[in-house]
Structures are given as C-alpha cells and as structure tokens.
C-alpha cells in the first residue's frame, strides 16, 4: 500500500538540510531502486531560498513500516524536519 510522507522543515533549514542531503537521497534511491517510489520532492519556500518541507509517496507493508521509515529519515534525526505525518495514500491518477 502507499503511503504519503508530508514533512514540514524548521525555520531557516538550508544549511543543515544540504549537510544531510545526501543520505537522505540514498534512501529515497533505495526505494526506487525497489520500484517502491512513487513520487518524492521538497516544497520550496515561495519567499525566497530553501524549503518549507517534503513528500514521499512510496509502497511500505504497514503505517507502522512507513512511520518508522520516516522517523529514521536523516532530515528527521538531524532535525531538519519540526514534524512529520504520515498517512495511507491511494494513487487514482495518472
């Protein structure tokens, strides 16, 4: 089943976000790689540089599987991310 990740950064996050990028890609490529990836990208911040958040939409077996996923994202435990919710997703379109 999928499931949406819909994080929403910290104030002024740039900085500790680009440090922490690239393990956060790896696993995102580690989920495509499974062809569990369904869509995943930041939001960017309308007023200027940086991001106000993130979603995932990828195939996980539980809500508990897809929380955990999420809690040990690099952005959450280097504290990119204030909060993270996530919820069970059903793709209609495309």
Do not use: C
């Not at 790896?26 to 569990?36: F, S």
């Not at 930041?42 to 993130?54: C, E, L, Q, V």
């Amino acid at each position: 089943m999928y499931f949406a990740i819909v994080s929403q950064d910290v104030d002024n996050s740039l900085e500790l976000r680009l440090s922490v990028r690239p393990a956060h890609i790896k696993r995102l490529e580690i989920l495509r790689d499974e062809n569990r990836l369904l869509i995943a990208g930041p939001f960017p911040n309308p007023d200027g540089d940086g991001f106000t958040g993130s979603l995932v939409v990828a195939d996980f077996d539980s809500l508990n599987s897809a929380q955990e996923w999420a809690d040990s994202d690099p952005y959450m435990t280097a504290g990119v991310y204030a909060n993270v919710m996530v919820k069970p997703f059903k793709k209609v379109l495309p």
